[in-house]
């Protein structure tokens, strides 16, 4: 992933500004090869940015789309230079959601002898669809998702698989799937109940697929900031991925970690697992250089901590 997913920032001048360097840095003119839909880089260290790269189509999810975002982030959660995701979209919207057009077919008429089989085909895609969000709650490290404009269907789908999200004033969040005769069915309706925290407001948004703008976005805990503009956010979005990428990867990506579980079982089982992970994880010479840091009453960005 290192010839991938890095894009070295050489002979540029230093500028005032780290984080609107690095969002100037992040601008790309296509799709990141072997990915056709993804456009991957480093605009800073420890930080790998993931932008949906299909403008001309608003983004939309085609085929190649659902495999990529599996093959992308597997190579990130295997990369150790890497330590936190900003994720955006290209062009004028975030997403337009799924591209019907192009997987249509595959989805709703599949090659097959006879119902039990169609039935079995269409499960093996829908599993496969799921995973391509799943992946991003699966990485280890902190992915925070930067939406503009309209996140429409399989894009509030992925969002809600990622840690922090942030988005413009112009932004508006869409469950769509009931518009075009289908049930959410890519992590929607199983994630964003926990992330807003309220059943009846999930219900109306799902049932009834009207637009929740930012502004209530923002009342609900969908999203945690907005910002004026896409370059306002893009910085913001690069200074938070700055302060996680100066701490320990330890204590980074073991959060993260134990933040998922606890999501989904008891606080007692939760605090059992904290305790089993810390069993280890505690031996870690991170520790006792963040301490010695702050002692020293110096910054987490002043202690090298070695690559995870």
């Given at each position: ?83 936190v995701v900003v994720l955006s979209g290209a062009g004028k919207i975030f997403t337009s959601g799924i591209d019907l057009m192009d997987v249509a077919g595959a989805l709703l008429d599949p090659v097959a002898d006879d119902a039990a089989r169609k039935a079995w085909t269409t499960h093996h895609i829908i ?182």
């Amino acid at each position: 992933m290192s010839s991938i997913i890095r894009s070295a920032l050489s002979g540029s001048r230093r500028l005032y500004h780290p984080a609107l360097t690095a969002v100037r840095a992040m601008s790309a003119s296509g799709p990141t090869p072997p990915f056709t839909t993804l456009s991957i880089s480093q605009p800073a260290s420890h930080v790998t940015h993931v932008e949906l790269h299909r403008p001309d189509k608003r983004n939309a999810m085609n085929k190649a789309f659902w495999s990529e975002m599996i093959d992308c982030f597997n190579q990130i959660t295997e990369d150790p230079e890497c330590r936190v995701v900003v994720l955006s979209g290209a062009g004028k919207i975030f997403t337009s959601g799924i591209d019907l057009m192009d997987v249509a077919g595959a989805l709703l008429d599949p090659v097959a002898d006879d119902a039990a089989r169609k039935a079995w085909t269409t499960h093996h895609i829908i599993l496969k669809f799921q995973e391509s969000f799943s992946v991003i709650e699966k990485c280890p490290k902190p992915v925070i998702a930067a939406v503009h404009g309209g996140c429409i269907g399989g894009g509030v789908d992925m969002v809600t698989a990622c840690d922090i999200r942030l988005c413009t004033q112009d932004a508006w969040f869409q469950v769509k799937e009931v518009d075009i005769g289908l049930a959410a069915d890519v992590g929607t309706l199983q994630r964003l109940p926990t992330v807003i925290g309220s059943r009846s407001l999930v219900n109306e948004l799902a049932l009834t697929a009207r637009k929740m703008y930012s502004d209530e976005a923002m009342c609900c805990g969908l999203v945690s900031r907005v910002l004026p503009d896409k370059e306002t956010m893009l910085t913001a979005a690069m200074e938070i991925a700055g302060e996680i990428a100066a701490r320990s990867p330890v204590a980074v990506q073991g959060t993260k970690i134990n933040l998922v579980y606890s999501r989904d079982h008891s606080v007692s089982e939760s605090l059992d697992y904290m305790a089993t992970w810390n069993m280890s994880m505690l031996q870690t010479q991170d520790l006792a250089k963040s301490a010695q840091a702050a002692i020293e009453k110096k910054s987490p960005k002043d202690v090298l901590f070695s690559k995870l």
